[in-house]
């Protein structure tokens, strides 16, 4: 059974930062890119980050590039967002996934097959 577990949410003030963890179990994660989503209340799941499965390629979103820095640790089974100078928009459930693939990581939902329960980010202005 596969388990994606997020972790590290909470509340900050704006300018700050967060770290957020995903740790995965019931996989073989070195053969998965990982993604980071986000999805603010009434609107879409939107793409925030993803990783190839040696941490060799790497997209963002541009509403995200240069403050966010997504990692993964293969020997932990776990991915990583750090958000660096949070802005009030950036307030969401932030869900990573798992999206089976040796090439490019997907950038939209489709790919992924296999989901977090979702840590709830807020940033306070």
């Known amino acids: 059974q596969v388990q994606l577990v997020e972790s590290g949410g909470g509340l900050v003030q704006a300018g700050g930062s967060l770290r957020l963890s995903c740790a995965a179990s019931?996989?073989?994660?070195?053969?998965?890119?990982m993604g980071w989503f986000r999805q603010a209340p009434g609107k879409e799941r939107m793409f925030v980050a993803a990783?190839?499965?040696?941490?060799?390629?790497?997209y963002y979103a541009d509403s995200v590039k240069g403050r966010f820095t997504i990692s993964r640790d293969n020997a932990k089974n776990t991915v990583y967002l750090q958000m660096n100078s949070l802005k009030p928009e950036d307030t969401a459930v932030y869900y990573c996934?798992?999206?089976?693939?040796?090439?490019?990581?997907?950038?939209?939902?489709?790919?992924?097959?296999?989901w977090g329960q979702g840590t709830q980010v807020t940033v306070s202005s």
């Open positions: 996934a798992a999206h089976r693939t040796s090439g490019t990581p997907g950038i939209s939902r489709g790919p992924y097959a296999y």
């Open positions: 019931g996989l073989t994660f070195s053969r998965y890119a």
């Open positions: 990783i190839s499965w040696d941490g060799t390629t790497i």
